[in-house]
């Protein structure tokens, strides 16, 4: 009688198990449903990345070397005076290497001179100065200027907000796809978060200089923080 009435307890929890979760109830892979879910969250940027860089090119090295270090003190005393703290500068990149031409006449390599390069990165807390840092960089020597990157304080917490909208997207086209076969979806079995490339990447950056204040036309456009996911879905039964 003891086996009987644990066998019979065994069955009755299979069965709330099976109840409890649709999915499990109808485990064939044959009765899945593959989906794909898209959202995106917008956001005004509050932070922005600078990558820089003072080129010189002299046929001394020395010279070389030290027109690139007046170029970049020059710049760290523009990041001083712009209340940017030192943790957030970054100058320690340098190359250097010769270069050479090739002599036709002579079939010979000829010694040009020596190239010298010093990198600069700044992360930005506070956008009102971006035009005053960018045009002041160039003012002081810098020569190479990339489109800063701009980005959220809020990047995790909104990414996650964009993940839910991808995962509610994902379960709303395999509801649609299920209600077109004249079933319905029973649960989910599976799902997983792709990084759909940068987190945060710039719509739109304006920088439009004009002869009274160039500092002042540099205007940053909402940044778009994508999510996606792939969902397996199961459907229900006959």
Not at 64 to 78: C, G, H, I, K, P
Not at 122 to 144: F, H, P
Not at 216 to 224: G, L, M
Request: proline residues 4%; hydrophobic residues 45%; contains cysteine.
């Amino acid at each position: 009688m003891f086996r009987a009435l644990t066998g019979a307890c065994l069955c009755l929890g299979a069965l709330l198990v099976m109840v409890g979760n649709p999915a499990a109830a109808n485990d064939d892979p044959a009765r899945r449903v593959s989906v794909t879910g898209n959202a995106s969250v917008a956001v005004t940027p509050d932070l922005a990345r600078l990558s820089l860089g003072v080129e010189a090119r002299k046929s001394d090295l020395g010279e070389a070397r030290d027109e690139v270090s007046r170029v970049a003190a020059a710049f760290l005393s523009l990041c001083k005076r712009l209340g940017i703290p030192e943790n957030k500068i970054q100058t320690t990149g340098l190359n250097i290497r010769p270069e050479y031409r090739w002599d036709s006449k002579t079939r010979e390599q000829r010694f040009e001179g020596y190239y010298v390069q010093r990198q600069l990165q700044v992360e930005l807390n506070d956008l009102d100065l971006l035009g005053q840092l960018i045009e002041g960089a160039v003012d002081a020597g810098v020569n190479q200027v990339s489109p800063p990157s701009l980005d959220s304080s809020r990047r995790d917490e909104l990414h996650r907000e964009a993940l839910a909208a991808a995962a509610r997207d994902a379960r709303a086209n395999a509801q649609v796809l299920a209600k077109a076969l004249d079933t319905q979806v029973a649960g989910v079995h599976s799902i997983e978060a792709f990084d759909a490339g940068p987190v945060a990447r710039p719509m739109m950056m304006e920088a439009r200089a004009v002869a009274q204040d160039a500092a002042a036309t540099y205007q940053a456009a909402d940044i778009r923080i994508d999510a996606r996911v792939n969902a397996v879905f199961a459907l229900a039964g006959d």
